[in-house]
């Protein structure tokens, strides 16, 4: 809903804006630690990465955070995170349980962050569609192809628990397309709570061919991390200018004033092949 | 209460002190079509002392049995000396001729009066309907909000846009009064241009700090903004074809000098394009806005008259049947004018004003409706008493009932709808307000303005309050039902000015006020939207209070030709809204939450030099100001720059009337950047680069700067004719410069680890052409 309404705003936006490289001088910043990590009830090695922050203009890729002590509990349990590569730490291959509270601690360079996120459950799917757009509708063109970009359409009961959050991830034939942050899906439940949602759509793969796999994966995620991926969209690619407040840093769940965010959730999937183009649903423009 | 009595005690004094043989003069002052004069002057030769029309036209003076020289005028108007032989009290009214008619005939004008530098009342500024036409327009549309930001102290929240900021004041606490209606938004087509159609507007006058005891509910300005009352002698027509829009403004009798109407529309069309498009879908979309003014006035008597106003303006954006978003304001205005005796006028007024906004998708299971309004119905009364030449009293009360329904977004798919509801809590308040004030000439020099507002605002059900707790946490709500008053707020609002007179040409000026605001808007970005909401004040939000202090020293150069000034204020607010970081604005049943509260101030110097006569007219304002906050939970408390402080503030205006027929105009300002919060360092999340910022406010956007231009040529004037029109064309950003209208950080395109800067400049050089016509 909320992108509709931004989608209608740039619409009504119609003077021609055009851009110009812009030279400043910006002020140098202290190093931050970056966290980036969760767990899920997956059985698997579950990972959290550490980098350093830079200062904006650094143009390099983040400094991996070597040497920390990391650990997860549940608290019952600890379990100790070993370094793979540089800046990269995994568990043993174990999985989280819904209902339970994970705690993340950080020893780095003398200090200690922690950090910690409710498991909450996910409720089931029951099937997906694909869907996709006519652009002759708005184009003045001759081709009949239908955009070969496809848009997964899922069909569910959401519980009827109100504060639900979700995020949902899709893979191609087993490669997760929605390697970025600005392409999750992720939605509150205020308007849906308690309804069967029907072709709903939550990902899209672009080129897309027939018999293709494709796998949906939902997450049900904690109110504190759909805030914080909001935050970090709003930030980036979401950005309005003078239509948005003023710019603030994303609200993490780190402690001692490090950056990003340790998340704990729960998964479903999905799979499906993709049908031959009879069966795609076409969607309207809105 | 003790203030109160001062006042009242002083005023007695005033007003008792009369003697025996005098008479009164009173009438109304119009222009040829009947139209009122507001502030017109009328001034008595033999014992230099005057008086001046009120915002209806009306003028009354007591002075001694004797014969006088009356000397009638008004700036742009032929100025007319009577011969009165006063033994009873007359009722004359008097009609003034524009000087434009005869502008060779410069010695018409060279009398003029010095009444900038005479009158007690400072930092204001007024603006005739025929000035601001001159001024060149963005796209041609003449736009009074446009021209008000070149005045000093007033500056726009953004390039292009409509709204306004008041010496370091934000956009809302601007009262706008169109016909004495609350104009809750003043924007079109995302704030690019004003509702104020200049084809049906008399006059605007802006008050930027010394706001009258008779206004109140804003903290730093009065617009107050007066439709046309319809030309009373014949019909007449005004209109003019543009580039994006065209207006049409019928006026004229029913009953001469005595019943007029007046009906203005205005419309865009840039959607009209859309149908030339051959595809279907295309031309199903629909993006304009109109607007529509009507006003009649009835003269029973010279003792009574009635005025019915009405605005009713909308935004239409719509995507076939799937999308649509309209907004906009309706305003009511009813007033009766009442002559209690020659001394005492009085009005009556019932105002209605609402401003509301709905978004809807999709038609069946899956549509999706999202609608919030505001309304307000005030009652007023206002009474002007002048007991004699030295004093000219004003007192009365208003009261307004708001209604506010803030947000409630459903599903419309009735039974089978696929989406919940989600309804933000309503509420209703009750303003009141009383006010005193006396103009009191005490001695030849000096004259003193004084005035006290009451004001009280009262929360009444049916409303649910949330309760939150010290973090800003809510702990539950409290619902109260139907007329059921479970808050109130109450204060005092002095207002006083003075003016003493050095001689002739130079005065020295000296205004204190405080304002209580009780209405909030919820809107965060310095752009501002369609969709903010109002809010009372409530157990969870105080009321703003400001408390203003100027100084300034007027003079007149040429015969007051040259009019100029200077004034120095300061300004400190309490209670100042802002909201926490990402505060969700939107839809949120718990808005109330999202609110941080602290302190601001304001201060600077400003600097105006003004031509009004002659062939070379316009403006020089400078403005050197500072406007900052602070406020506990933000920015770690410490000292910020407000997003409106723009250090160095430079307006040149002029125009020039090249012979008979052609006028051009030019425009030039200049402003320091707007404070902005730019990212100090970088983090990488899910392969993004997410900024890490610097305090809110450290640094600038570049300087801004732009000039204007537009060429106007009149239609040739014959005498048989009755058709006069004119050509216009404007160039908008002449010199092309592509100022910053926001800049964007972002990864590259290229290369994603490396993280760039844009600016992104919305208005290039824009050229458009106006036909206007009158007949």
């Known amino acids: 809903m909320k992108n509709l309404i931004y989608i209608s705003l740039l619409l009504t936006f119609l003077v021609s804006a055009c851009t110009e490289k812009y030279d400043v001088e910006l002020d140098r910043t202290y190093v931050r630690l970056v966290v980036q990590g969760s767990i899920s009830d997956e059985l698997k090695a579950h990972q959290v990465s550490l980098t350093h922050s830079a200062d904006y203009f650094s143009n390099s890729p983040a400094p991996k955070v070597t040497d920390a002590v990391v650990s997860i509990s549940d608290g019952e349990n600890t379990f100790d995170l070993t370094e793979v590569s540089d800046g990269i730490y995994e568990t043993d ?142 930030e980036t690619v979401w950005n309005m200018g003078p239509f948005d407040g003023p710019p603030a840093n994303p609200t993490g769940n780190i402690s001692n004033g490090a950056m990003g965010f340790f998340l704990a959730y729960s998964v479903e999937t999905i799979t499906a092949i993709v049908p031959d183009e009879v069966d795609w649903i076409e969607l309207e423009w809105y | 209460m003790k203030r109160f009595l001062i006042l009242c005690a002083l005023i007695s004094i005033s007003v008792f002190s009369f003697s025996q043989n005098k008479y009164t003069i009173s009438g109304r002052i119009n222009d040829e079509a009947g139209e009122d004069l507001i502030g017109a002057t009328i001034y008595i030769e033999n014992l230099k002392t005057g008086s001046v029309t009120n915002v209806y036209g009306f003028y009354s003076i007591t002075l001694p049995k004797g014969i006088y020289q009356v000397v009638y005028s008004y700036m742009g108007y032929e100025l007319q000396t009577k011969e009165i032989t006063l033994n009873k009290n007359l009722s004359l009214n008097v009609i003034l001729t524009e000087t434009t008619k005869t502008i060779e005939e410069v010695v018409v004008t060279a009398e003029r009066k010095n009444e900038n530098v005479v009158k007690t009342e400072m930092s204001t500024t007024k603006l005739l309907a025929r000035e601001i036409k001159r001024i060149p327009a963005l796209m041609g549309e003449v736009d009074i909000i446009k021209a008000i930001q070149l005045l000093p102290g007033i500056q726009a929240t953004g390039e292009g846009f409509s709204g306004f900021n008041v010496r370091g004041g934000s956009p ?95 419309r865009t069309y840039v959607d009209l394009m859309l149908l030339l498009s051959s595809e279907d879908a295309v031309k199903s979309n629909k993006l304009y806005f109109y607007d529509l003014n009507l006003k009649t006035n009835y003269k029973i008597s010279d003792k009574d008259r009635i005025f019915v106003s009405g605005y009713l303006g909308r935004d239409v954006f719509k995507f076939g049947d799937m999308f649509g978003f309209d907004w906009g304001n309706n305003t009511l205005t009813t007033r009766w004018n009442h002559l209690f005796t020659e001394k005492l006028f009085s009005n009556f007024s019932f105002i209605y004003t609402r401003y509301d906004y709905k978004m809807e998708s999709g038609t069946d299971a899956s549509g999706f409706m999202w609608t919030s309004n505001l309304e307000d119905y005030k009652l007023k009364a206002d009474f002007n008493y002048y007991p004699n030449p030295d004093n000219t009293i004003k007192f009365g009360l208003e009261a307004i009932h708001h209604h506010f329904n803030p947000g409630f977004a459903r599903g419309t798919g009735d039974s089978t709808a696929a989406y919940n509801s989600l309804k933000m809590p309503e509420s209703n308040a009750l303003e009141y307000a009383v006010y005193l004030s006396n103009e009191h000439k005490l001695t030849k020099k000096l004259t003193v303005n004084y005035g006290l507002r009451g004001s009280l605002f009262l929360n009444m059900g049916e409303a649910t309050v949330y309760n939150f707790d010290d973090s800003y946490q809510k702990i539950d709500s409290t619902t109260y039902s139907s007329w059921d008053i479970f808050n109130t707020f109450y204060g005092l609002e002095p207002r006083l000015s003075l003016n003493y007179s050095l001689n002739q040409k130079s005065s020295i000026k000296a205004s204190y006020s405080r304002t209580k605001q009780y209405v909030h ?132 205006v002029g125009s020039y009337d090249l012979g008979k027929r052609w006028i051009i105009s030019a425009t030039w300002v200049y402003a320091t950047g707007s404070p902005v919060t730019f990212p100090t360092g970088r983090y990488e999340q899910g392969n993004m680069i997410v900024p890490i910022y610097s305090d809110r406010n450290s640094y600038r956007m570049p300087d801004y700067h732009r000039m204007d231009l537009s060429i106007t040529l009149k239609g040739k004037d014959k005498p048989n004719k009755r058709l006069k029109s004119e050509l216009n064309v404007s160039i908008y950003n002449l010199y092309n410069r592509h100022n910053a209208w926001m800049i964007y950080f972002g990864q590259d395109e290229d290369d994603p680890t490396v993280t760039t800067a844009e600016t992104v400049y919305v208005f290039p050089f824009i050229p458009s052409l106006t036909w206007n016509f009158y007949f």
């Not at chain 2, 690019?192 to 730093?220: E, M, T």
């Not at chain 2, 007149?556 to 400190?572: G, I, L, P, Q, R």
């Open chain 1, 93 to 234: 291959t174990i999985s989280g349980e819904p209902g339970k509270t994970y705690t993340l601690t950080i020893y780095s360079d003398g200090e200690t962050y922690t950090s910690s996120c409710q498991l909450n459950y996910c409720a089931p799917m029951d099937s997906i569609n694909f869907g996709y757009y006519d652009d002759s509708d708005y184009y003045d063109s001759d081709t009949t192809m239908k955009d070969t970009t496809l848009y997964i359409l899922l069909n569910a009961l959401e519980p009827s628990t109100p504060g639900d959050f979700y995020l949902w991830n899709v893979y191609k034939n087993e490669i997760l397309e929605s390697d970025t942050l600005h392409e999750l899906y992720f939605s509150d439940d205020v308007f849906i709570n308690g309804n069967y949602m029907y072709d709903i759509m939550v990902q899209w793969v672009e080129d897309a061919s027939i018999e293709d796999t494709i796998t949906l994966e939902m997450q049900a995620i904690t109110e504190e991390y759909y805030n914080y991926i909001t935050q970090v969209m709003t």
């Open chain 2, 172 to 266: 809302d606490q601007n009262l706008i009064l169109f016909d004495e209606a609350t104009v809750y938004n003043a924007s079109h087509l995302m704030g690019f241009f004003s509702v104020f159609n200049n084809d049906a507007i008399k006059d605007v006058k802006l008050y930027k700090g010394d706001i009258p005891a008779q206004y109140g509910g804003r903290l730093s300005s009065l617009l107050d903004i007066r439709m046309k009352e319809g030309n009373q002698k014949k019909l007449q027509a005004t209109g003019g074809l543009g580039t994006v829009s065209s207006r049409l403004t019928l006026e004229g009798p029913i009953i001469e000098d005595k019943w007029s109407v007046l009906v203005s529309g205005r």
């Open chain 2, 521 to 652: 808007l919820a809107s965060n970005s310095t752009a501002g939207s369609p969709l903010d909401v109002w809010l009372p004040s409530s157990p969870n939000i105080d009321p703003q209070v400001a408390n203003q202090a100027a100084i300034g020293y007027f003079r007149n150069f040429f015969n007051n030709e040259y009019e100029t000034s200077v004034e120095v204020y300061y300004k400190d607010m309490n209670n100042q809204i802002d909201f926490k970081d990402h505060a969700e604005l939107m839809l949120n049943p718990e808005l109330e939450g999202e609110f941080r509260v602290g302190d601001a101030w304001s201060y600077g110097a400003e600097f105006f030099i003004r031509k009004q006569q002659g062939k070379l007219t316009g403006w020089i304002s400078y403005t050197l100001s500072k406007a900052e906050r602070k406020i506990p939970e933000i920015n770690s408390g410490k000292v910020y720059s407000s997003s409106f402080d723009r250090p160095h503030n430079i307006a040149i």
